[in-house]
């Protein structure tokens, strides 16, 4: 028998799956025959690389004996447990930073660890003092004044720490 949702929540699907098929000495390729998925399908989620889909909970809850929606409201739960999860400091701060500042870029799509000098030049060179302090505080003070005491440097010579 599965344990109650609510006191495994937010954990993922894969995990709890790959625990009831070696609680039952089932073997996930015969297992994925039976309910007609592939095995990589299931392999990928008991590995936590993908998530359960609607079709696919409903198969899992008829062959584990459980409600159709259990493996769903399952990953439904990861999911939120996931995002509230997600480190603030993974980004700098957009409501802050005008969207015209990076006008050339989509600045939700913008990879912040990546381009991290361009940006550094950017809003040094085109932002005002509260998008600068932003920058400072995600990047640390340290480093943006290294970018910048750096400026005719090739960013390739420069030393970037990791953050």
């Known amino acids: ?8 929540k937010g954990i993922h699907p894969g995990i709890i799956l790959r625990r009831e098929l070696k609680r039952n000495h089932r073997k996930a390729n015969e297992f994925s025959s039976k309910i007609g998925e592939h095995s990589q399908t299931l392999n ?9 889909t ?25 999911d939120i447990q ?5 480190n603030d400091d993974d980004k700098p701060n957009i409501n802050i930073l005008r ?8 600045i939700s799509k913008i ?22 302090r932003e920058i400072e505080r995600f990047y640390g003070k340290a480093y943006v004044q290294c ?13 970037t720490p990791n953050i």
């Open 99 to 106: 969207k015209s500042l990076f006008w050339d870029t989509d």
């Open 54 to 78: 609607p079709a696919l909970s409903i198969k899992l809850g008829e062959e584990l004996e459980v409600s159709p929606e259990y493996f769903l409201v399952l990953q439904a739960l990861y």
């Open 1 to 8: 028998m599965l344990p109650d949702i609510l006191k495994i």
């Open 111 to 132: 990879n912040w660890v990546k381009m991290k000098n361009a940006v550094i030049r950017r809003v040094f060179e085109r932002g005002n003092d509260e998008e600068r």
């Open 44 to 52: 990928a989620i008991m590995k936590e690389k993908r998530r359960i």
């Open 147 to 159: 970018v910048l005491s750096q400026e005719t440097t090739s960013p390739m010579t420069l030393n």
């Open 82 to 86: 996931k995002t509230q999860n997600l």
